[in-house]
């Protein structure tokens, strides 16, 4: 079976530097707030371009990211309960439910039809007074138009929070206020378990949420905020060090299967996907009217595939109060998208199975 993403493989070019860092902080017996999460925070912030003037705050995950700005923002004043959010529709929950734990609205919009990103067309649509805030998600591992996003922002005076949980390395400098990320194991910048940060030019906001972070604690035993308990641990920070080192060739090697798919497929029954923004393809995916039975015939070849999303945000149980909502586009999205393989590990000769099999219709 030609694996979606096999793991261990994409680690195994790693594994003697990771035995070597793991040992590294077994020998230190320092576990937490430590050396390599210091120096895993600044070694993200100067790749991210935050260093100089803002910088970086390991967390515990990516959800975490994203409701630590949130929550920052409120406890700074430039938020407060009941705020609207402009979100994608087309999105991992994990954006929404970021906004919503904040005590939040979010206010879902309509992607672009080519992109599937966040369409800054429909975004002035649904500002009203009580919009506060954007967050654009680069989804799929896509820049969003952050320019126009962003002249959205400065003429409404929004707050603008980029999820980059699919986009390590979309961009070398950053528009938004902050950017929240998650270094889950499949990411384009995996660890070994759960991790998180966030990026911002903005000392204060990276300040607060240090301590909201550690218990809302400012000081050992002195609590400033009612705050959380979200930290990276020493062990995940030493694993990011050794991976970080090698992303950009990740990257590369993603982008290069990209352009194979790109050009070989050639199958009038899928719509492959478009790339207007800058790009690192952390999924490449397609559409196919005729998804699912798609995804067990390339089964049947021993091609494994994987589909995000199949149910939206606003048709969610957990939205019910969305479920009447008509997004098209969406909706659209989630009833045929598929995803192909496409990772660092994988080989030319896997790229031309996948290839093959789709140009003669499995």
């Known amino acids: ?181 998650s270094f889950y194991p499949g990411k384009n910048l995996g660890a070994l378990g759960d991790a998180g940060a966030v990026t911002s030019n903005d000392g204060e906001l990276l300040q607060v949420i240090r301590q909201l972070a550690f218990y809302g604690s400012e000081r050992k035993y002195v609590h400033r905020y009612k705050g959380v308990n979200s930290r990276m641990d020493e062990l995940q920070a030493a694993v990011l060090r050794v991976k970080l080192k090698d992303l950009d060739r990740c990257n590369q090697r993603r982008s290069d299967i990209a352009a194979h798919y790109l050009s070989e497929i050639k199958n009038p029954d899928l719509l492959l996907p478009v790339a207007r923004q800058s790009h690192v393809w952390h999924i490449f995916p397609i559409l196919s009217p005729d998804r699912d039975q798609l995804q067990r015939r390339l089964s049947e070849q021993g091609i494994q595939t994987q589909i995000h999303y199949p149910i939206s945000p606003h048709r969610q149980r957990a939205y019910r109060e969305w479920n009447t909502l008509q997004f098209p586009i969406t909706e659209r999205i989630a009833a045929q998208e598929l995803s192909l393989p496409c990772h660092p590990a994988q080989t030319d000769e896997e790229v031309a199975q996948v290839i093959q099999a789709l140009n003669r219709g499995v």
């Open 1 to 181: 079976m030609l694996e979606y993403l096999p793991l261990k493989k994409v680690n195994a070019p790693y594994e003697k530097e990771i035995l070597e860092a793991m040992r590294r902080v077994v020998d230190s017996g320092w576990y937490l707030f430590g050396r390599e999460v210091d120096t895993f925070e600044s070694e993200w912030a100067h790749y991210c371009g935050t260093a100089s003037t803002g910088g970086a705050v390991a967390c515990a995950n990516g959800l975490d990211a994203l409701r630590l700005v949130l929550r920052a923002w409120i406890e700074m004043g430039k938020l407060q309960q009941g705020d609207e959010v402009i979100v994608p529709a087309n999105t991992y929950i994990a954006s929404i439910l970021a906004v919503s734990d904040a005590g939040l609205t979010p206010v879902p919009v309509e992607p672009c039809a080519d992109t599937y990103l966040l369409n800054p067309d429909n975004i002035e649509a649904a500002i009203t007074p009580r919009t506060r805030a954007i967050l654009p998600v680069h989804l799929y591992g896509q820049l969003c138009d952050m320019e126009r996003i962003m002249q959205i922002a400065r003429k409404h005076q929004l707050l603008v929070l980029e999820d980059c949980a699919q986009s390590h390395g979309v961009a070398t400098r950053y528009l938004g206020d902050a950017q929240a990320w």
